[in-house]
């Protein structure tokens, strides 16, 4: 449906948020009403690709999602796969990190998430927190988290080397947009439990993250696992680009069902 390569960060690219409309909604015709219903052909497609995958059960994929608060993380993974086989998708959430956490190395607790064969694993949130919260936040000296860009780096190289495919995806919104859904956070009940009074505290930092966030795309786009900003102030395209994303990226893969174990031609059972 679109050209997904629009989106992706070119490695050794300087990457400047402003040059990136969290609004566009560039290859699709349509308005929202329209967006909405092209969705669930995707999740269809997504389902025959993933069901190959799962049946052929040796390569992987993982998904990287980072956002601001309010991005659409949640939504994006409620939407995307709708309809697969909840078997072959796991997803990993990424918080505050425990005691024993914070005692280990910051990839520690992220490496026994990685996909096994057959598998989808989304990371909502994920070692990219190690650059970001951490550095806005000042929670190391800057010597440490500078060096985790190329810690990271070569952390997902091994992770493809050893045949995990990588795509990472970072959700745009505009500081418009995240105030709307915060205030919503806030006025709908429903939403309440969602809002953190820290996400006030994170909105003052927005600049901060912004760079951090460029930082992040600038320094860890590769060919092997490359970064793609998607626009994501309209919820119903931000669906639309990372459902074609994934189904460009499993169709890339082409995964087979086995081969059945003999000839089963006339076998009939009784
Ligand atoms: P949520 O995704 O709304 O459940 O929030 C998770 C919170 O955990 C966010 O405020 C993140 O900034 C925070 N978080 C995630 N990873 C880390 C990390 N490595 N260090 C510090 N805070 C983190
Ligand atoms: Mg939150």
Redesign the pocket.
Known sequence: MFDISQYRVPPGTLVSLDDHDPNAKVGFEGGKKEGKRALPKLNDRLYTLQRKLWAESRQKLLLVLQAT?TGG?DGTIRNVFTGVNPQGVRVA?????TEEELAHD?LWRVHEHTPADGQITVF??SHY??V???RV?E?VPKERWERRYHHINEFERMLTDEGTTIVKVYLNISKDEQRERLQKRLDNPDKNW?F?S?DLD?RKLWDKYQEAFEAMLSRTSTEYAPWYVVPANRKWYRNLVVSQLLIDTLTEMDPQFPEPEEDLDGIVVE
């Open positions: 608060d993380k959430s990424f918080g505050k990190p910051y909502n949130r927190e190690d970001l919260v951490v936040r929670l969602k953190r820290g994170d």
